[in-house]
């Protein structure tokens, strides 16, 4: 059960678009279409933006992307607002019937 | 709306025990899987536990396996944390979670609550 590989911080300009890979193995990231990535200011609670890949709740804007290529999956924030900045967690499902994070990287809007 | 309130933390010592409470309100609770998740001072996510819906399932991270064991009451919309031979590294604030209907996603966390924090320390 080793976490996710996420690079520690991002940051980027308001506007820009930034990119946050995540990195599992065949047995977990590799091998279902079940990355999430949740949004976690400090002190609050995780939110949700991304489900199995692609998919964003309800109310979550559409600047947040997500794909996956093999053992990596990644989020994309386009039109980078202040508000943004943020801890971001990937997690997966695994074939031992558990699930696994990313150790979370910091975006810092410049 | 979907309301997760976890209580029971604080400060106990190595090799005790404590349990966890998460109260469930705002959704149909007995309908849906929940999870465990804590998050060390300083560090990331770290995935804990999962129920099933009815109990019938539960997992475990290897890090906690023998020594925590999660549960629910669906009449009272209560999810638990019993935890067991605490140790240091157990410290932690502890988010309870709901696992999205397989309607949405069989695999993500929708809602989470906003954790409690447990210190273990003599």
């Known amino acids: 059960q080793s976490a996710l590989t996420q690079p520690a911080s991002v940051s980027g300009s308001p506007g820009q678009s930034i990119t946050i890979s995540c990195t599992g193995t065949?047995?977990?990231?590799?091998?279902?279409?079940?990355v999430s990535w949740y949004q976690h200011y400090p002190g609050k609670a995780p939110q949700l933006i991304i489900y199995d890949v692609t998919n964003r709740p309800s109310g979550v804007s559409n600047r947040f992307s997500g794909s996956k290529s093999g053992n990596t999956a990644s989020l994309t924030i386009s039109g980078l607002q202040a508000e943004d900045e943020a801890d971001y967690y990937c997690?997966?499902?695994?074939?031992?019937?558990?699930?696994?994070f990313g150790g979370g990287t910091k975006l810092t809007v410049l | 709306q979907v309301q997760l309130v976890e209580s029971g933390g604080g400060v106990v010592q190595p090799e005790r025990s404590l349990t966890l409470s998460c109260a469930a309100s705002g959704f149909t609770f007995s309908s849906y899987g929940m999870h465990w998740v804590r998050q060390a001072p300083g560090k990331g996510l770290e995935w804990v536990a999962v129920i099933w819906y009815d109990a019938t399932k539960k997992y475990y991270a290897d890090s906690v396996k023998g020594r925590f064991t999660i549960s629910r009451d669906n009449y009272k919309n209560t999810l638990y944390l019993q935890m067991n031979s605490l140790r240091a590294e157990d410290t932690a604030v502890y988010y309870c979670?709901?696992?999205?209907?397989?309607?949405?996603?069989?695999?993500?966390?929708?809602?989470w609550g906003q954790g409690t924090l447990v210190t273990v320390s003599s």
């Open positions: 997690s997966s499902y695994t074939s031992s019937i558990t699930w696994v």
């Open positions: 979670a709901r696992k999205a209907p397989c309607s949405t996603s069989c695999y993500a966390v929708d809602y």
């Open positions: 065949s047995s977990d990231l590799g091998d279902y279409n079940s």
